[in-house]
């Protein structure tokens, strides 16, 4: 009833299941109606729509398959789907392997490896880092999980693993096998120097090289079976290995088929066969030599031969075996070429023979040492031994030949035993093994068309490897159930022990085949004829074919095949003819004749001798070297296989395996190809269906009680939620699966039958479509309702405008009416208005001009009287002058008359008296006062006659002088006369020239007339042309404009283009920086391991020592100890006896060990010196960089700068001319004062005078600053030369007023001559410093006019060149100049320092000399009056505080003490939890200026080196303990902060105090000390490093991934027998809370020690690299994580950790960036990944993921429910194509080691070291401050 109701439930419409196909094997198809129980069909619709009608079988009626849930398609492991069987597994990986591109996954406890065809970036170191320490379910299937399993297993339950990985030829299991051994080596490392692991890695190029070849369906297949032990101590490091191999194919070494090749190292010989080593070898290409041409394929497409043969010679190398032994090998290789190209010809019917001088018989005879004839002879012939006589036989052609191929078959078996012995003997070490490891590559089942022994062999090892499988998985199951505590009942799987015994027991195939192959004439028919008769009636799995009595059929556990009895005796026999052995036993040949000796006997190619600590190499294959005489006595081939085999399972029985099967997708080698057809015959040949059938047989399915209520919480209601999660999920089961047999209640686990959990799923699906479907329900009744509601409030709206817009109409429609009455009534009152004034205008117009008339008439009668009236007056006027002109003419005659007449009397009247004498002396009565005046007059004319008389005289002089010239004017002017008479006739013929000339001035005239109008008329042509020139010089002007417009915008855009090139350049450079400082931070770190690993070799050689047995012991000379370069030898006592101590270790140890040691060490010293200049080039090349940079900067000012110095030429030029017009002007001004025309005081003479005045004042100026600016280079320089001269302190004389005797005048006499002397002495010395400065500053002046000179050239040809070329070479002329300069003073002060620290220490030794010599005289001189004994009055004398200098003291001897208590025993925990930040550094520096000022150097050193060491040391004791290195790190800093503080560079003590900077160090530069403490600071930081990774490691993935901090987010899918971590928290498992508590106790740990704060930036961003790193990386290898709700819990996360950063004051500090590409990833699981939009959108929202980041995400994309949607591949090709350009790394996880390089920026303290007090519980009481 309850299977009916499933049946209805699940046989559904739209239900999906699996129908058997033809082509594909299996095709799915779709339920169209619903499937009712008793009908005998169902109506299905495939894939392409097309509608079929499926019939059930009648006899079984089995349904088909159904299909699982999307969501559980392309699951990790197998065993998670709920529809265990064929289709889904083979759809599952198909869907893995095409779709995800995943080539791993698992079923149960196999790992199905597909391989890929191609090399993908999954198996880097960084992936090997992400594995370990791994549970094997918390990541995605892999080959690396596997090898870790096996190795926690092996270290958890110290029981042996074994790793078995099969396959068909080309499926990948040497590939696997080979990984495996890498993840080995890479984890856990090996014990001791020897390089184990790289030796176990090295066997595999070996190996390859002689035992794979290519065939049709592998360029690489292995052709032998091996089984490798890895050996480990008990550290589980790596200590050896040892091989065993199984039936090597030695049928290629002579037949190849099509399309393959023989082993590769034939190949690879004939490729290098031009090498000078191999000359002898005479060798040639491949194709010339039979062994290698059958299969005419000599070339495998990617491979360079001769290149694989210097990997091949490497590896050797590596496994010590020597050169000579290498070309030995070779040349038996070449030799087995030879012996396949010698010809052997028919003699006759029944024998054969060789042709004399065969050149490849005569070279395998060479290389070989054998001689031609013995070769050649028992290459045709054989002997014949019977009871009497011994007899040769020749051979026949054929069997000569095929006797040859048997020969180079067995000598090739011989050197490929030989190979792995001592590969064997390499890899065995003298350790003890502890446990092992073993990878067992081994060929899977194979069937061919033709099948023979080797595929009889071969898979009769796959039956027992199958059962042991069968037996393994039945156990495992029953294991669970029993620890489950559940009821569980036989399984019944299929057991193929018949088969085996069929081929292995008593008569068996295997036992018949013996006894034929003892029989004298036994054949391969009468084999068959016995297996048929023994067989064939008495065993099932036996058939017999029905057309071949020479073959039969085995039933095997993968498939039936037919077995060819033709050759099965002769392959297991294996004879050889055991002359030809003979003559080779008697080579010559070293290598040969230990190939066929005993091999007890054999010699190791490395001189040693094998160790007694490996495994004993278990042979299988006969000893062909025996004497005839014991032939019958020796194993066959299938005997020694199945004694091996037995073996084999013996050592697999007794390991914990592990299982790989690797499958073939394609017969072609296409990348990414898959087959159905031949990946279901491989799924059945290698047992993992037989898997999935023995899980579906119980209880496949399980969950845990929290999955599964995490999970099904949905189908619970909330009073069926208890307390106990368990009792919870019991009642819901109960009551969701009624048969009770389908699911079992285990302790810890639900078990559920198959398809139950699909079953749960689809009601999981159906409630949760259901509530969908109800809220969807809700939502659109809310949608509709909220429709209708604005549709209502629309209706209204539309109303209510409608009503208002008919109101407003009507409104309007009054209005108008309104407004027209009134418009009517006003234009009617217009109307009549109108008309009245029309009236009234016209009657007064009327009156207008009536009246107007009128006045016109009155005012032409008044003009007419008025004028009138004014001519009247006018004649009036007229008359009435005429008449008074006359009258008063007549007046003036009148008056005239009178007037003459009375004068005429007068005249007559004084005429009378003038004659008469009293009127005279009336006149000269006033005569004489006249005559005084006129004397006076004439005085002053005398003076004035005497003074014009002398300018008379000069003018007589200058007339005659002038007459003088007058006169000889006189005569020139005769002269001239005369020749004017000359000239005269002249003019009368130039009279007649100028008539003639007249008469051509007129044609001239008429010409000019003609040519002036040519002018007018060529004028206007040329106004026109210029008028055209001036429109195109236009133009051209506008064109110059744009183009100096597009200049401008060219060099604006060129100046950002620079500026952004700068930028680059300089992130550049600060990335290589970055790089050069990590580089060499890593080999810091690389030497410290080393430095520990030394010392632990130390130890225990020193252990070893004391054990060692007495003999004879040889010191190595050359072992030095593993110091750095920059620490030096410390002078203890203690450390002599250490040192003797190290002697006797080294006595003990391995030479050549300590040799390597002392090499590898030196190698990392100059490695990390190089790197250190290198470092340092680096920085000085950023800093020069960053010059340049500024530099190029400058040059977006180019235009600017240049015209700044053009016009500073410029000026300089003016300036000159200036200066030289004003010399001239000088000059023409005295030359004018001397003629008079410039005369002082004229107003240009003053203007002149100013301007020059001032021009000579500004000119004295600048002559004062430069006398000043030399007179301060002067004394300096005297100030420097004082300094070096001046060394001995300055002799002063005693006061001569204090002299008592002659004898101190004497004295006082001679000193003052000595200072005479010494004064005459300095002033000659002055003196010649003086004439060394002039001497110098004509030097510099020289120097500067040179300069100037070149100054001058250099400006003359740039202004030669462009503007853009002469601001470049004026800038580069600048830079080149600045460089030169800082160059010299540079050199200057490095030289200035030198002679300081010179002077310096000169000056404490005389310091020190005068006070020693003071106290002495101190000491001796005693005056008079204290040698008489008077009273002594006590007086109380106050104590002043000492001022303390910040010292101190402390003795030698306590040197160690000092260290032992501040640094060995001083715990961070307890003593200096009270101490102030930093006291021991304080401490150790203020003894450190103690042995400073004592000028000791031993003792700075000693202090130094022993501070150093005994912070490594206890940081190698407690390294592990985060507060004891954050402890030593801050105080390691501080110190180092200390020493730049007070080492007096004045970079450093910029913020100094004037106290601290008297407190600096005075006698010795600490400089390369400051770098060793450097160096120890980044140890000690990347130790914390590792410290934080160690405690965050195990938190990140729990916190960041799998805890949900919102809960009810993410859903919990179902899970396989591969159990990964659980979703759900447990209560011990780590959250985010905890995360984040634990970076706060780091960070507050730090800043209690008082660790600088950009330190602390430094550490917290290395610990956000390290949390997104990590989570980043378990993303990528985690497909159960990638999922839409994962990543809104990694942003919700990312978002606690910035809020983190936020409280702490730490977003600046570059944290955040570190978890870009984490918070890129979240989104990118978020965002929709549909069209291309959304493909651009994720190309430019994740640029810090990688391309193959990008598309693993998109890969491993699972939906974690039904609604969600899976990437399709078509999109993941648009994401690839358009990031096809990215020039990035291919790496596809982060790199979770990487430590960013760590700086430590200056930063002073300002704390008073005279101030610090030390606490007494630091048991530091003596020390004494100073």
């Known amino acids: 009833m309850n299977m009916n109701r499933e049946l209805e439930y699940m046989f559904v419409e739209s239900a999906r299941v699996w129908i058997p196909d033809a082509e594909e094997e299996w095709k799915s198809a779709e339920l169209v109606k619903d499937y009712k129980n008793g009908e005998a069909s169902l109506q299905l619709m495939l894939e392409d729509g097309k509608v079929i009608e499926h019939k059930l079988d009648p006899k079984t009626?089995?349904?088909?398959?159904?299909?699982?849930?999307?969501?559980?398609?392309?699951?990790?492991?197998?065993?998670?789907?709920?529809?265990?069987?064929?289709?889904?597994?083979?759809?599952?990986?198909?869907?893995?392997?095409?779709?995800?591109?995943?080539?791993?996954?698992?079923?149960?406890?196999?790992?199905?490896?597909?391989?890929?065809?191609?090399?993908?970036?999954?198996?880097?170191?960084?992936?090997?880092?992400?594995?370990?320490?791994?549970?094997?379910?918390?990541?995605?299937?892999?080959?690396?999980?596997?090898?870790?399993?096996?190795?926690?297993?092996?270290?958890?339950?110290?029981?042996?693993?074994?790793?078995?990985?099969?396959?068909?030829?080309?499926?990948?299991?040497?590939?696997?096998?080979?990984?495996?051994?890498?993840?080995?080596?890479?984890?856990?490392?090996?014990?001791?120097?020897?390089?184990?692991?790289?030796?176990?890695?090295?066997?595999?190029?070996?190996?390859?090289?002689?035992?794979?070849?290519?065939?049709?369906?592998?360029?690489?297949?292995?052709?032998?079976?091996?089984?490798?032990?890895i050996g480990f101590d008990n550290r589980y490091r790596i200590i050896g290995a040892n091989m065993r191999t199984y039936l090597l194919e030695k049928s290629r070494v002579v037949f190849q088929a099509d399309e393959e090749r023989n082993y590769h190292v034939f190949y690879q010989l004939c490729a290098s066969a031009h090498l000078p080593e191999f000359k002898n070898l005479r060798l040639s290409s491949a194709n010339d030599f039979l062994y290698t041409r059958q299969g005419r394929s000599p070339v495998i497409e990617g491979v360079d031969d001769s290149k694989e043969l210097c990997t091949t010679r490497h590896a050797f190398t590596l496994l010590g075996i020597n050169e000579s032994y290498q070309m030995g090998l070779f040349q038996v290789l070449a030799a087995i070429l030879h012996l396949g190209n010698v010809e052997i010809k028919d003699r006759d019917a029944d024998s054969s023979l060789i042709a004399p001088n065969n050149r490849h018989l005569t070279a395998f005879c060479e290389l070989v040492g054998v001689t031609y004839q013995d070769m050649s002879q028992w290459l045709c012939h054989r002997k014949l031994k019977t009871a009497n006589e011994t007899y040769v036989k020749p051979l026949p052609r054929l069997q000569a030949t095929n006797a040859r191929d048997a020969l180079s078959k067995h000598i090739y078996a011989k050197l490929f035993s030989w190979i792995v012995e001592h590969v064997n003997k390499a890899l065995v070490t003298n350790v003890k093994q502890h446990s092992f490891i073993g990878v067992l590559d081994i060929y899977g089942f194979e069937t061919f068309e033709i099948n023979s022994f080797e595929q009889f062999c071969i898979n009769y090892a796959n039956e027992k490897l199958q059962q042991q499988f069968n037996m393994h998985v039945f156990k495992l199951e029953q294991e669970e159930y029993m620890r489950e505590q559940i009821p569980w009942t036989l399984i019944d799987f299929y057991d193929n022990q018949p088969c085996i015994n069929l081929i292995e027991a008593k008569m068996g195939i295997l036992d018949l085949l013996d006894e034929e192959c003892k029989m004298p004439k036994g054949s391969d028919d009468s084999w068959a004829q016995k297996l048929y008769n023994t067989h064939l009636k008495t065993c099932s799995l036996f058939e017999k074919p029905r057309m071949s009595n020479r073959a039969f059929i085995i039933q095997h556990f993968a498939d039936k095949v037919e077995y060819q009895c033709e050759g099965f005796l002769e392959k297991n026999k294996d004879t050889v003819n055991a002359e030809q052995i003979n003559v080779l036993k008697a080579s010559k040949f070293d290598l040969l004749m230990e190939l066929f000796r005993d091999e007890e006997k054999a010699t190791s190619p490395t001189g040693q001798t094998p160790g007694t600590g490996g495994r004993t190499r278990l042979s299988i294959k006969p000893d062909k070297g025996r004497d005839s005489s014991s032939k019958e006595h020796k194993k066959t081939v299938g005997c020694q296989f199945r004694n091996s085999l037995q073996m084999l399972m013996e050592t697999l029985n007794a390991t914990t395996p592990h299982y790989v099967r690797c499958i073939k997708p394609n017969d072609f080698k296409l990348a990414f190809s898959f087959d159905p057809k031949r990946a279901v015959q491989q799924l059945r040949a290698c047992g993992v269906l037989e898997t999935i059938r023995i899980s579906a047989a119980g209880f496949p399915s399980r969950w845990t009680y929290q999955e599964f209520f995490s999970r099904y919480r949905v189908l619970m209601k909330q009073k069926d939620v208890l307390a106990d999660k368990k009792l919870t999920c019991r009642n819901v089961l109960e009551k969701l699966v009624e048969d009770q047999d389908k699911y079992q209640f285990g302790k810890t686990k639900i078990f559920f039958r198959a398809g139950q959990v699909a079953y749960l799923e689809k009601l999981r699906a159906d409630k949760l479509r259901a509530a969908c479907i109800r809220i969807q329900k809700t939502i659109r009744c809310w949608l509709a309702r909220k429709k209708y509601l604005r549709m209502r409030n629309a209706a209204i709206t539309i109303q209510r405008f409608t009503r208002g817009y008919q109101a407003r109409c009507l409104a309007k429609f009054m209005r108008r009416t309104q407004a027209a009455t009134i418009i009517q009534k006003y234009q009617r009152m217009c109307m009549e208005r109108k008309r009245y004034r029309q009236k009234q205008a016209a009657a007064l117009a009327m009156q207008t001009i009536l009246r107007a008339y009128m006045a016109r008439q009155k005012y032409q009668a008044l003009l007419r009287e008025h004028k009138a009236v004014i001519i009247q007056k006018f004649i009036r006027g007229w008359l009435a002058r005429c008449w008074y002109k006359r009258c008063l003419e007549a007046i003036v005659y009148l008056q005239c008359c009178i007037r003459r007449m009375r004068a005429k009397r007068e005249l007559k009247k004084l005429k009378i008296e003038a004659r008469s004498v009293e009127h005279f002396k009336k006149l000269n009565k006033g005569m004489e006062n006249k005559i005084m005046q006129l004397q006076r007059k004439i005085d002053e004319q005398h003076k004035d006659n005497r003074l014009v008389s002398e300018k008379l005289v000069s003018l007589e002089n200058s007339y005659s002088a002038e007459s003088e010239r007058m006169r000889s004017e006189l005569n020139r002017l005769r002269g001239a006369e005369e020749d004017a008479k000359n000239k005269t006739n002249q003019v009368l013929s130039l009279r007649e020239e100028l008539e003639r000339l007249k008469k051509e001035l007129s044609a001239t005239q008429q010409e000019k007339k003609t040519i002036e109008e040519w002018a007018q008329t060529y004028r206007q042509e040329m106004e026109k042309m210029v008028s055209e020139l001036k429109d195109q010089n236009g133009t051209l002007k506008k064109e110059k404009d744009d183009l100096n417009r597009l200049i401008q915008e060219q060099s604006q855009q060129m100046t950002e283009k620079m500026a952004r090139a700068i930028v680059l350049e300089t992130q550049q450079l600060e990335t290589d920086l970055n790089e050069e400082r990590s580089r060499y931070q890593n080999l810091l770190t690389e030497h410290r391991r080393l430095e520990e690993k030394y010392d632990d070799l130390k130890e225990e050689m020193a252990l070893s020592s004391n054990v060692s047995k007495p003999g004879h012991r040889r010191t190595d000379s050359t072992h030095s100890s593993n110091e750095s370069e920059y620490t030096y030898n410390s002078e203890y006592t203690d450390l002599e006896d250490g040192s003797r101590a190290r002697e006797d270790v080294t006595r003990g140890m391995d030479t050549s060990l300590t040799l390597k040691l002392q090499k590898r060490v030196t190698e990392l010293e100059q490695e990390k010196q190089s790197l250190r200049n290198e470092l340092e080039n680096k920085e000085d090349q950023f800093q020069r960089a960053r010059a340049r940079d500024d530099a190029e900067f400058k040059k977006a000012r180019g235009a600017e700068l240049e015209y700044e110095s053009l016009k500073r030429q410029e000026l300089e030029s003016e300036n000159k001319k200036l200066k030289h017009d004003l010399a001239a002007m000088r000059k023409s001004l005295l030359g004018d004062a001397v003629t008079g025309a410039g005369a002082p005081g004229s107003p240009a003479y003053k203007v002149l005078l100013d301007q020059l005045n001032a021009s000579c004042e500004e000119l004295e100026v600048r002559k004062e600053e430069v006398l000043i600016l030399r007179s301060q280079l002067v004394s300096q320089k005297e100030a420097m030369h004082h300094k070096e001269t001046m060394t001995e302190p300055s002799v002063f004389a005693e006061d001569v007023s204090k002299l008592k005797d002659a004898g101190e005048i004497k004295q006082a006499y001679i000193s003052l001559k000595d200072t005479n002397r010494l004064l005459e002495h300095q002033l000659q010395s002055q003196r010649r410093t003086y004439d060394n400065e002039v001497e110098s500053l004509r030097g510099e002046l020289q120097n500067v006019k040179e300069e100037n000179n070149r100054q001058q050239q250099l400006l003359a040809q740039n202004l030669q060149l462009p503007p853009e070329a002469r601001i470049e070479a004026s800038l580069q002329h600048e830079i080149t100049r600045l460089t030169n300069e800082n160059l010299d003073l540079m050199e200057q002060l490095e030289k200035q320092d030198r002679t300081i620290r010179k002077l310096k220490k000169q000056l404490k030794v005389y310091s020190k000399r005068i006070g020693e010599m003071g106290a002495v005289q101190t000491e001796g001189q005693t005056s008079p009056g204290q040698m008489v004994d008077e009273p002594i009055h006590p007086v109380n004398i106050a104590r002043r505080e000492k001022d303390f200098q910040g010292m101190l003291e402390y003795k030698k001897e306590d040197e160690m003490k000092l260290v032992k208590n501040l640094i060995l025993e001083l715990k961070p925990r307890g003593v200096a939890v009270n101490l102030i930040p930093g006291l021991p550094a304080y401490i150790l520096f203020m003894c450190l200026r103690h042995a400073d000022y004592l000028n000791d150097d031993q003792k700075v050193r000693t202090l130094l080196t022993s501070t150093i060491n005994s912070i490594k040391k206890i940081l190698k004791k407690r390294g592990e303990d985060f507060e004891t290195v954050s402890f030593w790190l801050s105080n390691t800093c501080r110190f180092l902060h200390c020493l730049k503080q007070y080492s007096g560079d004045e970079t450093f003590a910029k913020l100094n105090t004037p106290r601290q900077n008297e407190h600096c160090l005075t006698n010795f530069d600490l400089a390369e000390y400051r770098q060793v403490i450097s160096d120890l600071a980044i140890q000690i930081y990347q130790q914390l490093i590792k410290c934080i990774e160690g405690t965050l490691h195990a938190m990140i993935v729990y916190g960041m991934l799998e805890h949900e901090t919102i809960q009810g987010v993410s859903g919990v899918k179902p899970t396989g027998l591969r159990k990964r971590t659980a979703s759900i928290a447990e209560e011990d498992t780590y959250t985010l809370e905890s995360m984040l508590r634990q970076l706060s106790a780091f960070h507050s740990t730090m800043c209690q020690h008082g660790t600088d704060p950009e330190l602390i930036k430094q550490v917290v961003k290395q610990e956000f690299y390290i949390i997104g790193a990590v989570t980043l990386n378990n993303l990528l290898l985690r497909k159960d994580m990638c999922s839409w709700s994962k990543g809104m819990q990694i942003r919700y996360n990312v978002s606690q950790l910035e809020e983190w950063l936020r409280d702490k004051g730490l977003m600046n500090c570059g944290a955040k960036e570190t978890l870009e590409p984490l918070i890129q990833a979240a989104q990118l699981l978020q965002v929709k990944k549909k069209t291309d939009e959304d493909a651009e959108a994720i190309c430019s929202m994740c640029h810090a993921l990688t391309t193959s980041q990008i598309v693993r995400i998109l890969n491993l994309y699972t939906p974690v429910n039904e609604f969600e949607e899976r990437v399709s591949i078509a999109f993941i090709r648009t994401i690839q194509t358009r990031l096809r350009d990215r020039s990035e790394s291919p790496q596809l996880l982060m790199d979770t080691k990487m430590i960013y390089p760590v700086t430590f920026p200056f930063n002073p303290s300002s704390l008073a070291l005279e101030t610090i007090q030390i606490p007494s519980s630091l048991n530091l009481g003596f020390l004494t401050r100073v």
């Open 61 to 229: 009626k089995n349904l088909p398959y159904l299909r699982n849930p999307d969501i559980l398609v392309g699951e990790n492991d197998l065993t998670a789907l709920s529809y265990l069987h064929e289709p889904a597994v083979l759809h599952n990986l198909k869907v893995r392997f095409i779709d995800s591109k995943l080539i791993y996954t698992y079923c149960g406890i196999v790992l199905v490896a597909i391989n890929p065809y191609e090399n993908l970036p999954i198996y880097g170191t960084d992936i090997i880092n992400a594995y370990s320490g791994q549970n094997m379910g918390d990541m995605d299937p892999h080959i690396f999980a596997v090898a870790e399993e096996a190795y926690k297993q092996m270290a958890r339950d110290e029981r042996n693993q074994s790793i078995i990985v099969s396959g068909e030829s080309g499926a990948g299991k040497t590939v696997s096998a080979k990984y495996a051994m890498r993840y080995f080596a890479t984890v856990s490392g090996s014990a001791s120097e020897a390089n184990v692991e790289e030796k176990v890695l090295a066997s595999n190029p070996i190996m390859e090289a002689i035992g794979n070849a290519k065939t049709t369906r592998n360029d690489n297949s292995s052709r032998f079976g091996k089984y490798i032990e």
